[in-house]
Every structure is written in structure tokens, then in C-alpha cells.
Nanobody, 120 residues
Framework: QVQLVESGGGLVQPGGSLRLSCAAS????????MGWYRRAPGQQRELVAA???????DYADSVKGRFTITRDNAKNTVYLQMNSLKPEDTAVYYC??????????????WGQGTQVIVSS
């Protein structure tokens, strides 16, 4: 099994910054894509940002220019730097990762979620 543990959420004022972290552990042979999703109250979960093992990135249009996703492959960790936060960024943020636990087993795991509240 692969576990993802997120940290870094909290309450921040509009215009502020937060940095989320997500560390993967367990049976890990390789991790392909790591990403961040979010679910705002009353809305469906949406992709925020994703990064491949080689560093290619993808962002939701709503966060381009404000959020930056990076990863440390040696630590099996992905980060989301969130700047210029807006009230509409308020949501529970979930980490996701997919890859191989061994040569025969693939995984797609989710973290437990971390709350981000942007409010004055």
C-alpha cells in the first residue's frame, strides 16, 4: 500500500500565501504523476496542478501564474506553493499519486485532504 500525507493547510487572508506538502510512503517502486486536487463546498473535485516524474506540469486555468507545483523525487514529496490566494481558492486540497508498487502492481492513491480557507 502507498500512503500520502498532506500538510500545510490553514487560514490565510486574501492575497496571502500557503505551501502544501504531500509525502508518499509505503511500497513504492516508482511514482509517475503527482498532483493536487481540490473540492470546494457544493462543488465537484477538480484538478489544480499536476507534475510528472520528469517535471512536466499542468495547471488549472484559475491558478495559472499564482500556484506552482514542484516535487522532490528523492523524498517522494510534492509541493504546491500558493500565492495571491483568493476566497474562491477555499477548498479541501487532496494529494494524488500514481505509479508502481512493484513490477506487477500499479497504484493510484489519495491523501486525506487538508483544508485551505482564504478569508479576511
Amino acid at each position: 500500500q502507498v500512503q500520502l500525507v498532506e500538510s500545510g493547510g490553514g487560514l490565510v487572508q486574501p492575497g496571502g500565501s500557503l505551501r502544501l506538502s504531500c509525502a508518499a510512503s509505503g511500497r513504492l517502486l516508482s511514482i509517475n504523476t503527482m498532483g493536487w486536487y481540490r473540492r470546494a463546498p457544493g462543488q465537484q473535485r477538480e484538478l489544480v496542478a499536476a507534475i510528472t516524474k520528469r517535471g512536466s506540469t499542468d495547471y488549472a486555468d484559475s491558478v495559472k501564474g499564482r500556484f506552482t507545483i514542484t516535487r522532490d523525487n528523492a523524498k517522494n514529496t510534492v509541493y504546491l506553493q500558493m500565492n495571491s490566494l483568493k476566497p474562491e481558492d477555499t477548498a479541501v486540497y487532496y494529494c494524488n499519486a500514481d505509479g508502481n508498487s512493484d513490477f506487477w502492481t500499479v497504484f493510484n492513491s489519495w491523501g486525506q485532504g487538508t483544508q485551505v480557507i482564504v478569508s479576511s
